[in-house]
């Protein structure tokens, strides 16, 4: 990762048929990379294909955000489905995307799972594996996003088997524990509201590589794209802070194709 | 269309998770063109990925069988819905099927709607006009399938504006009226059950590009591929002695993408 | 209809999981019918239970309001149903709804189609029948609610030949055809935005029974329930408006059940 | 549980749309109880009520066969859903069954989970009660089916907290383990494909409430209901010999609420 270049990335595209959600016109113009749902925990094909008309105007990158078949649930249920299912759930959602790129005449940048299949491939290498494969079969010039300081080095071994980049993922207003993981939003000071101290935190990140945890204690933490969120007009306000922040300090938002 | 090549073409991949549908593994041998649903009125992304697999084992070419989303009514029941909305579902199904293709090595042939959008798109032109324009969005080189023998000059127009390809499809068990429509199901006689009687119309149909309708008068009927069924055994024996028919009398059973 | 009695009835319960749709809280205590969606266009269980609730906290009437199996369309477009499915989808989405009603020690006081399903079945008798049915079938005390002015003869002629009550509906937001129908929307018009327009409108149909059509031609219009809506606060400022007025003049806004 | 009585219960009306599953018609004569599967997992409206006229025709007890909102994975699969979103899936999965019963002059005897819903309860007491208030809460007369020979008190104290009864469900086809659970899947010998075999073991359960486990060893089992499958043809066999020997025995067939 490059000291003067961040990605931006936030999940769009998840209003379905009558009901809207997320400040998407508003919120895509202050990313570099968008995460499109894809049909099956949010999205429908029309919302996916005014999605795609957005970011294209503003110059932002295509991301494909699948989840698990899960509407009821917005995709935030683990579900026991096998590696295969998860394969052919990845590859059918990365090309259902595709083709509104291509109808637009662009391409996707990167996948980015959603929800409870994130996270279970973020724990379970062998998740990750059946994502990273699906991702690799389709398309191998996509890039990959994960959680950065989790188990950083067993994912990035998955990828470079499979072929195919990785960028990693930093929470700007989520609190740190000293081995890398988020403090779960169950815990006290989980969530982090300043937005100074937001900023501050995504900029020392950006220029040093380092986070300070919630006891206080410093460590490593390198990554390509802070993921931030258009759900409400206050999440828009930290967005543009922290875009604000990071051109003031002579930091390029940029999509990670252009700097991986 | 050439007199010593012809195009026999199913519906398969209509499987859905414990639900299985059709005796794909035995009529894909027989056929020459695969018409694969892709997940709205049937089909899921194992099913799929199992389809594109069985094709491109028995070098069968591939092509996106996008319906309505209706899982429980087949995609058989005609929906009120808009014509972006059609174009938009259109799209998404194909690029859902292209992953999977893409996955395999491969690239989809075709597209054919099915049950109530095919209905309708050959009806309205409008319809067919969205449906025309997703496939010459997505990928140009995609041929359209396409009803036989109906207003074929306005459905030609259509493909031509937007630079794409139509096969024409004929069906060898289905009585056909003087103007050229297929018999209604509901009238005697619809359906012919007698396979030598199918087999006699379907190579005077590819030799002399005509058809006995059910009058007893005969017409003009120029189409490229062939319709057959694999939903059961007896479907299975019909298909199968079209094509040694066929075969029998020197012509080859062969994608469109080989002669159009 | 008694002169001194009217009842307000909304859809509500339209939520979905994450999403969230119209402003129950607040317009459930103004109403005295509650029409709560059943799944199928929109509404999960949970929703269906929390609706629920409110209404009883509220002392409002419960009713079903089935749609088609099209959450995608939100139940608003026609769909080539047979009337049995028709009657078994109302059946189902009727007992769903009962449950959640009989867990509160409740009871469903009536029924009102939803979408497309109300238009389809106001024109088309058949469909009424089918509908009626269903409804006489499961619970015969049930009140079928149905658009006032139109064809009324043949659908309280279907209703009571299956035993069951019907309630008559008013929009007092809509301007009105000297034949009794509805203005379409897509003409100038067709909705009424004054709010003192409104409520004159409704208080005339209440005492007199009559309503100024478009033209300035006044018809007869006997309705039993008032259609509002609560999906923004406009709406719901329309509808305190109305329950004023109503008041004010000495009318009582109470359930159907209460006085048909 | 009489010595002289039995119930023979079975998971049915389990097709979908255009997709069927199951000999219904066939295995509905030969039991006493039919699970009926609700629209989530499994079964549609129309299927529903086809079902509960089967049933209806032969005498044999309703139950509603509530599974996991997961067509694709047929309720298979675990879902992390919450222990109030389970209490609600279930709340309208009975409701949905009662208004076809309701239909047809008939109530529910019976409540019996399917698949991982069904596993996951019987495992974790938290989900046990869940579904155990849905279905005291919707009508407490219902019965609570739940695998026999497993954690049966703390379960049985669950119903009795809520004041329903339970019929606890023996496999004559499966393998027991000493501490009374099934032999797993994965396991040689777990499935008994001797009819022989299996109606010893049935008539052993029925008379002296007891069942030789795999290692030889002799367990106390008592059960009300004996699990069948009505899948294929060779299932169907057994059921008839099941239900053969038990007659030979002078041991009657019966629903449970004839005899709990």
């Known amino acids: 990762m490059p000291e003067n270049k961040i990605d931006l990335n936030s999940d769009v595209g998840e209003s379905f048929g009558n009901y809207k959600l997320g400040l998407d016109e508003q919120v895509i113009p202050?990313?570099?990379?968008?995460?499109?749902?894809?049909?099956?925990?949010?999205?429908?094909?029309?919302?996916?294909?005014?999605?795609?008309?957005?970011?294209?105007?503003?110059?932002?990158?295509?991301?494909?955000?699948?989840?698990?078949p899960d509407l009821m649930g917005f995709g935030r249920r683990s579900m026991?489905?096998?590696?295969?299912?998860?394969?052919?759930?990845?590859?059918?959602?990365?090309?259902?995307?595709?083709?509104?790129?291509?109808?637009?005449?662009?391409?996707?940048?990167?996948?980015?799972?959603?929800g409870a299949l994130y996270n279970m491939a973020v724990r379970n290498?062998?998740?990750?594996?059946?994502?990273?494969?699906?991702?690799?079969?389709v398309d191998g010039r996509m890039i990959l996003f994960v959680l950065a300081g989790s188990n950083r080095r067993d994912l990035e071994a998955i990828a470079a088997e499979n072929g195919i980049r990785m960028a990693f993922e930093f929470f700007g207003d989520r609190a740190y524990n000293p081995d890398g993981s988020l403090v779960s939003r169950k815990e006290p000071g989980a969530v982090i509201h300043d937005h100074k101290a937001v900023a501050e935190k995504v900029l020392k990140m950006v220029r040093q590589g380092r986070v300070v945890c919630r006891d206080g204690s410093e460590i490593e933490m390198a990554a390509d794209t802070i993921c931030v969120h258009g759900d409400n007009p206050a999440a828009l306000s930290l967005v543009k802070n922290i875009r604000e922040s990071l051109e003031a300090a002579g930091v390029e938002v940029a999509a990670p194709s252009t700097f991986l």
């Not at 509104?100 to 959603?114: D, I, R, S």
Request: some cysteine; glycine content about 8%; hydrophobic content about 50%.
């Open 30 to 68: 202050l990313i570099s990379s968008a995460n499109i749902a894809c049909g099956f925990h949010a999205g429908d094909p029309t919302v996916m294909k005014h999605t795609v008309e957005i970011a294209k105007k503003n110059g932002v990158a295509l991301g494909a955000h699948p989840g698990f």
């Open 80 to 114: 026991d489905a096998t590696l295969d299912e998860i394969k052919d759930y990845v590859t059918y959602q990365i090309g259902a995307l595709q083709a509104f790129a291509a109808a637009q005449g662009m391409a996707l940048q990167h996948v980015k799972p959603h």
């Open 125 to 137: 290498p062998d998740i990750w594996r059946a994502v990273a494969e699906a991702v690799a079969a």
